[in-house]
Every structure is written in structure tokens, then in C-alpha cells.
């Protein structure tokens, strides 16, 4: 049985926590960068891309702050793994960056990493970031 390992990210990104949090935390926010598609039933995100879905509960969030999810599949350490996009707001620079926390296993923590990069990539053009 092979568990997931966390890793995480940064993403300098200039935009306001306020804009940046509509597009974490909301499915029509998601599904303009994150996903082809996203429906949401209360604390049920359902993601879909090229014709696969997977759906997610949305575990906690905060205003302009956080957003965490964990997927809802069967692997073994389902349970412990989770991804989450965090708002951090340097406090001297009054830089903004994106941090992403999220779980793969061993051999695909590069693609996943790869994945984000494109993601964010996709956000930062949407809310007119460098």
C-alpha cells in the first residue's frame, strides 16, 4: 500500500485576496481555471475535466484567506490527504502569494506539481498577473 506524500508550493501572483478568494472558493470561480467544469451541492464540489469527473468536500475555508478540500476516492490514506489553497499577504511588502498544499504519491508528485504550475498559470493570466 503506497501513502501519498504532502508537498507545497508558492505562486507570487498580484491580485487582491478579495478577487483571489472568488476564484478558489467558488464553483464558477473554479471551473474558469481549475477545472473544465465544477458543480457544488453545499460542501459538495464536483470537478470535471475532458470527460472524467471527481468529486471533493470543501473541509474549511475563510474569508480571503483559505480554501481545503479532500477528494472523494478510495485510496488508502484518503483520509489523510487533502489540498488546499492558501491567500498569503506579506506584511511588510504587501506581496500576495498563492499556496498550494497537496498529497501524491511518490511518482507523480512532479507531474502534480506540473499540473499546479499550469493551473496557476491559467489564474494568474485570468486575473491579469504576470
Known sequence: MDLKVKFELEFPIQASPQMLYQYISSASGLCEWFADDVNSRGIIFSFFWDGSY????????????????????????????????RIL?????????????????????????????????????LVGSS
Open 54 to 85: 471527481e468529486k471533493a468536500e470543501l473541509l474549511s475555508s475563510k474569508s480571503n484567506l483559505f480554501v481545503k478540500f479532500k477528494w472523494l476516492d478510495d485510496s488508502d490514506d484518503q483520509d489523510k490527504c487533502f489540498f488546499q489553497i
Open 89 to 125: 499577504v506579506d506584511e511588510i511588502t504587501k506581496d500576495v502569494s498563492l499556496i498550494v498544499t497537496d498529497f501524491a504519491f511518490d511518482d507523480e508528485v512532479e507531474e502534480s506539481k506540473m499540473l499546479w504550475d499550469n493551473q496557476i498559470s491559467d489564474l494568474k493570466q
